[in-house]
């Protein structure tokens, strides 16, 4: 089996609410992060994530379970294990009047790593020329890049992300994705939870689903595509009905949708644009459509909410 650099086994947590309900947020997860590459935590609003990171980063208890993260046991080791763990799943805490290098010299202090780190990770985060601007003046995609530079001064092995693209112009968003990307690709783990699927599904390896608390999905995003179908090919002809009838006639499964035609377990598009040319019809567009990950993640949290659980005798934890 390969390395994890998380594993969450039967982990369990709830909140209590007024007016004394329990409510599990987190409901007996099992979770394998595997070492290496970009592992997306996703679901929807309120399904967790925020929950089971923070308990592998031994900011909230569970109730039940065990967290393994590089191989220790949390909370219990976490002294051993915390200076290889870096984390932004609060907002940044920096000084908005001091520049972004004078921040980060001061963090560097603190954790006991030499000053000339920080230009390392000024330049890692691509900072290196708005470093002596305050901090104030950065624009939010660059304040998420500053605290994530922060939290490489310790250069750590994992890197864990809640919703790092939030809030963030298409811009923003480009630049943290290959910052993750570019940390995966120097063996890092990189964990993160997020809404933006499209995002995700350009720089993930491996993804988890939530929903209501629970795991609905894990594994390599490759795989859980090709689980929701294979792909199909629309094509875009002047008379798709008559396309469809001769594509049906060699023995593939065509049929006319908005306007095209949909061809599903598609042969190459070579061939079906040789049978058309057969009979007189020259395809306008050719394309490849395949399952993305919003139409999985739909799927698969369909109908997901948080649940409640009325416990009046668990009230006070
Ligand atoms: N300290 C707390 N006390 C009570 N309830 C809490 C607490 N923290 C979180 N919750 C509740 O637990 C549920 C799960 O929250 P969590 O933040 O883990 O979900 P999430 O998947 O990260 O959601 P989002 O995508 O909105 O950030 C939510 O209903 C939230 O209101």
């Known amino acids: 089996m390969d390395e994890l650099a998380v594993e969450l086994r039967g982990l ?23 070492a290496g590459g970009v592992h997306a935590l996703l679901g929807p609003n309120g399904s967790g994530k925020t929950t089971t990171l923070r308990m592998l980063l031994g900011l909230v208890r569970p109730e039940s379970g065990t967290v393994r993260v590089l191989g220790h046991a949390v909370p219990g080791a976490l002294p051993a294990v915390v200076g290889r763990i870096g984390a932004v799943v609060e907002q940044p805490r920096l000084f908005p009047a001091f520049s972004g290098r004078r921040n980060l010299e001061l963090l560097a202090r603190a954790a006991d ?10 330049d890692e985060v691509g900072l290196r020329d708005r470093a002596r601007d305050p901090v104030r003046r950065y624009s939010l995609g660059m304040k998420q890049r500053a605290a994530i530079a922060a939290t490489l001064l310790r250069r750590p092995d994992l890197v864990v992300l809640d919703e790092p693209t939030n809030g963030l112009d298409p811009q923003g968003v480009h630049d943290v ?12 783990t990189v964990l993160v939870s997020s809404h933006a699927l499209g995002d995700l599904e350009q720089v993930a390896d491996t993804v988890s689903v939530l929903a209501a608390g629970r795991l609905v999905a894990q594994g390599r995003l ?17 008379d798709p009905e008559r396309a469809a009838l001769a594509l049906a006639g060699h023995g593939w499964s065509a049929h006319v949708d908005g306007g095209a035609v949909v061809v599903t377990d598609p042969p190459p598009a070579a061939d079906v644009s040789r049978v058309l040319a057969g009979v007189g019809l020259y395809p306008e567009e050719l394309t490849v459509l395949r399952p993305d990950l ?12 948080p649940a409640a659980v009325r416990d009046p005798a668990e009230v006070g934890s």
Do not use: C, I, W
């Open 294 to 305: 919003e139409s999985a993640y739909l799927a698969l949290t369909a109908g997901s909410g």
């Open 12 to 34: 369990t947590k709830s909140y209590v609410r007024f007016p004394l309900t329990r409510v599990p947020v987190v409901r007996g997860l099992n979770l394998d992060v595997p």
């Open 113 to 122: 790593v030499p000053a000339a780190r920080v230009d390392e990770v000024l």
């Open 177 to 188: 994705r290959a910052l993750m990307r570019r940390l995966a690709d120097q063996g890092r």
């Open 222 to 238: 490759d795989d859980l595509l090709a689980s929701r179908g294979a792909p199909r090919l629309r094509v875009r002809v002047a």
